[in-house]
């Protein structure tokens, strides 16, 4: 599924099964929320912190999906197209970091 398909995915089901969008602070809060999970989830797997019996049954790709479809709900009511965006970002990133990780001496 390409990133404009993910975002037409989404809106359909908003549309159909959701009802209506949040509003944007509504699943901007949602967005940490989801985002609180998935650190959970690695402070556990991945740290120092040891699983609870309630963090039974997390899926760490699920709550990554979970963030994903809010993001996406998010970019869809502000009218942001994902895929211009991503792509903007990544030339950003191309030329500003052309060099910078590569003279890293943390990296090394």
Do not use: P
Request: glycine share 6%.
């Amino acid at each position: 599924m390409t990133i404009q398909e993910a975002q037409e995915n989404v809106d359909q089901w908003i549309k159909t099964t959701g009802v209506r969008y949040f509003n944007e602070l509504t699943n901007t809060a949602i967005l940490m929320e989801e985002v609180g999970e998935v650190a959970r989830i690695m402070a556990r797997k991945y740290g120092e912190q040891s699983f609870k019996k309630s963090d039974e049954g997390h899926d760490l790709g699920d709550e990554l999906a979970d963030v994903l479809f809010v993001l996406i709900c998010l970019a869809n009511q502000t009218g942001v197209d994902l895929t211009e965006a991503l792509g903007k970002n990544m030339e950003k990133k191309n030329i500003r970091d052309a060099d910078r990780h590569k003279n890293n001496q943390k990296l090394k």
